[in-house]
Each structure stands twice: as structure tokens, then as C-alpha cells.
């Protein structure tokens, strides 16, 4: 199962007041593990970026006067996410930005429900605890050190090992794994197979010929007489 984990980051809060997307950050993950593809862009908004958005990304107009317009990377974005279903962290904001990002080129908006929304899962599953990614990461052992000011890609990167650990960590589906492979070699390879050419003995004449003394003078059938040699 292919899904996509993404963040973005913007100049405010809302879309309605003009505020615009500065950056976005995808990772793909196949059945729940990161493939190693991403999609990653700086965007130019084409407005000041507030200072409180600054405080928080660290991105200023200065760095992002030369970034690609929304409509130049849009059809590479979708390209990417294809389908696939979307886990972000507080999933609404996002899409909000996203879909009036599409809208303003042209093109269709993306379904609220093919969005998987992370803050909502921490809360659900934690209840009246702290949901940030943040505290997700100081919860789960993720490393976030790195995490020094937001940024949609790195977000991304963190997000997949919360969004794993949200879902029932990766040591269940590891066991699983290795224990169907297991269960499928041993069915496999479970019809004994004889040698056409069996191997040179190793033991001299006398010994094979001591050793099969001590088997007659043990009571019963050896087990080991059901074998080939």
C-alpha cells in the first residue's frame, strides 16, 4: 500500500486573508515504510512574509524572492501524490492551503477524505494529552533534534516514525513478516531431498565398523534407521 506523508508551511494561518503556501514536503512510504523518494520545494508567495511566520519556518522574502511560483511545481506535486492516500498533522490546515493553492491555477482540489490526519489519531488515542508533533516525538523516542524551526520536509521525515508508532509501531509487522516468510521456506523445502551421488564418508573402516557394533547391541529400532544415508 503506497501512502504519502506531507506537510507544508505558509505566511498565516488562513488562505481567506491571503496567505500562501512558502513551502512543501512530501515522503512516500510503501506499506508503511519510507521508500527514499520525496518531493521537496520552497515556494515564492508573492506577498511579505509576517514575522510570525518567520519565528516560526525561518523563511523570509529574501530567501524566497528566486523560489518557483505555486503553478510551476503544481503538476509535480500531483505527479508525486498521485493517489495515494495523505497523512498530515492537522490535516484540515493543510488542505485548506492546498486546495486554494489549486484553485487559484486551475486545477481540481484534493478530497478532505483521502486525507489520514495524525493530530486526530494522538488524540484519540491519547486523550487529553498533548498532540503536538513535538510531544508525539518526546512520546514515541523519535528523534527531533534536528527540529529546530519547522521545515515541510524534514516535518515529513519525523511525521512517517510518529504516523508508525500512531499505527502500532514497526516490530508487529516485522514479526509478521518474518514469521510468514518462515512459515513459507518451511513448507517450501519440508519433501527431503536425497543426493544423487551421496558424499565420501569421513570415518575410517574400523570405526564404521565399531560404530555399527554399539548399534546391535542397543535394545529397539534407532530412529536415525529411517533415513537415507
Known amino acids: 500500500m ?54 516560526v519556518h525561518g523563511l523570509n522574502n529574501s530567501f524566497l524572492k528566486d523560489k518557483p511560483l505555486f503553478k510551476n511545481v503544481a503538476v509535480e506535486f500531483l505527479d508525486f501524490i498521485e493517489d495515494s492516500p495523505l497523512v498530515i498533522h492537522n490535516a484540515k490546515f493543510d488542505m485548506k492551503f492546498l486546495n ?9 482540489t484534493l478530497s478532505l477524505e ?16 498533548p498532540a503536538s508533533l513535538d510531544a508525539l516525538c ?16 524534514l516535518d515529513s521525515e519525523i511525521l512517517a516514525e510518529v ?6 509501531g514497526r516490530q508487529p509487522e516485522l514479526i509478521m513478516t518474518t514469521t510468514a516468510s518462515l512459515s513459507f521456506s518451511t513448507q517450501k523445502n519440508s519433501k527431503t531431498k536425497v543426493r544423487p551421488t551421496p558424499l565420501k564418508a569421513l570415518i575410517t573402516k574400523s570405526e564404521a565398523e565399531a560404530h555399527e557394533e554399539f548399534c546391535k547391541s ?6 536415525w534407521k529411517n533415513f537415507p544415508n
Open 100 to 108: 486554494a493553492e489549486l484553485v487559484s491555477v486551475g486545477l481540481a
Open 114 to 129: 483521502r486525507a489520514l490526519d495524525t493530530l486526530a489519531m494522538a488524540r484519540q488515542k491519547f486523550p487529553g494529552s
Open 2 to 55: 503506497r501512502e504519502v506523508v506531507m506537510d507544508t508551511e505558509t505566511t498565516g494561518l488562513d488562505p481567506k486573508d491571503g496567505h500562501k503556501i512558502v513551502e512543501i514536503g512530501a515522503v512516500e512510504l510503501l506499506n508503511h515504510l519510507p521508500t527514499g523518494k520525496t518531493f521537496h520545494s520552497y515556494l515564492n508567495p508573492q506577498r511579505p512574509v509576517p514575522k510570525e511566520a518567520f519565528d
Open 163 to 168: 504516523y508508525l508508532e500512531l499505527i502500532g
Open 218 to 223: 542397543l535394545k529397539g529400532e534407532g530412529l
Open 138 to 153: 518526546r512520546r514515541f523516542g523519535v528523534n527531533s533534534l534536528k527540529r529546530e524551526k519547522h521545515g515541510a520536509l
